[in-house]
């Protein structure tokens, strides 16, 4: 089945979006071992398509390279297994040193690359949410995880891909 894996750092709102996807039906909740464990796995179903989707993070450690290196392997393991990818950031926060770096390693994914900056839930934050078009990922969209708003397009956009 296809599967699309959510990366970014922690706070951006990607878990809130995984349970929004996955309202209709219930998350299927992964147990392997080894780097699963940091990872939830559930499907999602949009305009008559059904697909995977990983939720990756779940290490809280943000003190040191240990961090770093941890999320470099999320996105690593996420290209592998995923056909498309959901790079999430934070409107509210802006683009961090860790969006470029996270988005760099994304660059070399031959699989689609979805930015996704969240947090856009007023006129204002869509003002300031232009400025991740700097990052130059031709897919990108302004949602809301919370409300809702700008979801549906980005499914859109995903599931054409299905
Ligand atoms: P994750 O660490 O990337 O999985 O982020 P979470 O989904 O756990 O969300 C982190 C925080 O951001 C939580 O307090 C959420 O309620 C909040 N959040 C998520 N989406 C939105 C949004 O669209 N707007 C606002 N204002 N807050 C959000
Ligand atoms: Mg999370």
């Given at each position: 089945m296809f599967t699309l894996a959510i990366v970014g750092r922690p706070n951006v709102g990607k878990s809130t979006l995984f349970n929004?996807?996955?309202?209709?039906?219930k998350a299927i909740v992964d147990d392997q071992s080894g780097v699963t464990r940091d990872r939830q796995y559930g499907i999602a179903d949009w305009s008559g398509k059904t697909f995977n989707v990983v939720d990756t993070g779940g290490f809280v450690d943000n003190s040191d390279d240990l961090f770093e290196r941890e999320i470099a392997k999320q996105v690593m393991i996420a290209i592998e297994e995923a056909n498309a990818l959901l790079f999430m950031t934070d409107a509210a926060t802006g683009i961090t040193d860790l969006d470029e770096e996270m988005v760099q390693l994304l660059r070399r994914s031959p699989k689609p690359v979805f930015l996704a900056v969240n947090k856009v839930d007023n006129h204002q934050r869509q003002l300031e949410a232009t400025e991740f078009y700097s990052m130059g990922l031709e897919?990108?969209?302004?949602?809301?995880?919370?409300?809702?708003?700008?979801?549906?397009e980005l499914l859109d956009a995903i599931v054409a891909l299905i």
């Open positions: 929004r996807l996955l309202e209709s039906r897919n990108t969209f302004f949602i809301s995880s919370m409300s809702g708003s700008g979801t549906g």
